[in-house]
């Protein structure tokens, strides 16, 4: 099965920076579309680096075969730009509260509170507070995995 | 696409058990693989019901287009048994621990972690401490939807 390639990823391809090898690869997979090993994994969020994208938003991932699960790190007035993406979107706020904007609505999602965003529809949050942010993906974010999600940096 | 039936799904499709007419359209929409609409939905946990499945163990979820986020409430002691299920599982403890048997290893997943099991891996947990878990599953779990996990119950 062909997969479209994002924006994202043919931006990637078009600015042909240098990166390690290992980034190459996982690009590439994530590129082709080949499907990722399913694998058991055991992994404690503090055991992996949190990426700074710009100094109010950190953020860091597991990625499964088919399920990207991405905990979020806002501090109170980061404004994430809006985008879409073809990617399903499941956001669980665990701590703190984000404001989006989507489907021409202005929605607060607080602490314990869940947000399902279809594929492809434009969205924009401001973090309200510091928020502790889920976010769960169908497929995983290759723009994420390849850090070619500029709108963020 | 075809999907392959669960056991789960033929199980229940053999049980015939009267159902009403909302549970039996799910279900039936559930198992013919149809794919269900992709909607913004913004709900908190609180508004959703626990189902309580057995005295030690709640759950309630979110469902998506092809993602399901399950907050499983578990008291100490609870036993889940062995089982496995095609859908690919991301398990992220919250508070408390979960005692995985799986793939021939004993693993403690604790607050702050993350399991991930791949499609059709049997395994069997036990709540070393009253824990609040969240799974995530790609597809959705169908014999959740149906209410035919009698494993749980």
Redesign the interface.
Known sequence: MKKKKSKAQEKSAAGKKTRPASKVALRDTVAKGKPRP?????????SIDVEPLNPLLGLHF?V????M?ARVLLKKGCIVPEHSHPN?Q?T?I?EGALKFW??GKE?V??S????????N?PHKAEALEDTVD?D?F?PPRADWMNKTNSYLR
């Open positions: 399913a694998q058991l994994r055991h992994v404690a969020w503090k597991v499964g075969q088919n399920i699960l399903e499941v669980f665990a989507i489907d929605i999602v607080n314990g509170e869940v947000l399902t965003i279809p594929p529809m889920f769960v169908n």
